[in-house]
């Protein structure tokens, strides 16, 4: 079946610092894909997404670009902030479905 | 507009209680999930709706659990009886009609302690 792995944090950084979240994911067909990021004692908020290969998704200084021949969707900002600090799940919808399949979230904690 | 509302936000409870969260979605959605969220199991999907109707309970853990969306703006999941092992977070998401199958609307969730 359809599955999401991220890399485990948590990562700690520093403020200004470069932000990679590594995602790879396997499914049949071509996907849709997804990350999500979860602030402290909130829900879930759609943070970007690419719909087909070799689309780049951004929002809020973040990136990530849907590599087929890698099946990766890597997320990147280049200079993160405080305010940054949450949990950042990556996530795939199947090109026939309905279901949004999550990877186990990368906890990120960037400090002043 | 309100985004998704969830209630109780804090729930805390003993085992061999009966326990109902409750959702009302985005209005004007017509689809709506219900989520667990665990430090061992991550977010496991348990069951969604469209229209109202149950599409998937497949991820519903066992016979303890069941979920009710009476009418469009209004779902329940209900746990009976809970045990210590359904403590989680429990997020409810809705989506539109012309929104993209991954793009969910979550409310803020109800933390859930058994003890």
């Known amino acids: 079946g359809d599955s999401v792995t991220q890399m485990e944090g948590p990562v700690t950084l520093s403020e200004e610092a470069f932000l990679t979240i590594n995602c790879t994911y396997t499914a049949t067909g071509y996907p849709s894909l997804f990350w999500y990021v979860q602030y402290p004692g909130e829900g879930l908020q759609l943070l970007l997404k690419?719909?087909?290969?070799?689309d780049k998704g951004s929002n809020k200084g973040f990136e990530a670009t849907y590599r087929k021949e890698t099946t990766s969707f890597h997320l990147e900002k280049g200079s993160v902030q405080v305010s940054d600090s949450a949990v950042y799940f990556c996530a795939l919808s199947p090109a026939a479905g309905n279901k949004l399949t999550f990877g186990g979230g990368t906890r990120v904690l960037v400090k002043p | 507009d309100a985004g998704v509302i969830q209630s109780p936000r804090h729930e805390v409870t003993e085992m061999g209680q009966e326990v109902t969260l409750r959702c009302k979605p985005i209005?004007?959605?017509?689809?709506l999930f219900w989520y667990r969220q665990t430090m061992m199991r991550g977010l496991e999907l348990l069951i969604y709706f469209n229209n109202n109707v149950p599409i998937d309970d497949s991820g519903m853990p066992e016979d303890r659990f069941s979920a009710k969306m009476p009418n469009a703006s209004f779902s329940t999941l209900k746990i009976q009886p809970s045990e210590p092992r359904d403590s989680a977070v429990y997020f409810c998401?809705?989506?539109?009609?012309?929104?993209?199958?991954?793009?969910?609307?979550f409310g803020e969730g109800s933390r859930l302690t058994v003890l």
């Open positions: 998401a809705s989506r539109g009609l012309a929104a993209g199958v991954g793009e969910l609307f």
């Open positions: 690419a719909t087909k290969a070799d």
């Open positions: 209005s004007g959605h017509n689809s």
